[in-house]
């Protein structure tokens, strides 16, 4: 039953950055970034990427046969996130994009030692 939960939860993660998909203007919201910036094409796309990590990670917690890959790419969202946060000198202005990641960590973790563990 833990499983499903931890899958659930960075599900959760990755929801406001996957709604903008739908609602362009919640960019602007979390990032700061107007919609006649050109930038604001390739963010509306991140959104699509987003929302496929969201579902990834609902469908794992229905199906455990799509745990593995969904690991993987769930990992590769936060923790290249975090990687890049740090390297860019930790900026104010994606904090708390970083402390949500941070606090999904340990239901990661949790996931993927279920995903990945010895049958």
Known sequence: MMQPISWIALALVHLMPALAFFRPATLTALYGIRADNPLFML?????????AVFVACLWAA???EARQLAGIVTAISMLGFLW??????APPALRTIALVDLIGLPF???ALWGAFRPS
């Open 108 to 110: 990661l973790t949790f």
């Open 43 to 51: 963010m509306h796309h991140r959104a699509a990427l987003f929302l």
């Open 62 to 64: 229905w199906r455990p």
């Open 84 to 89: 890049l946060y740090w390297r860019a000198g």
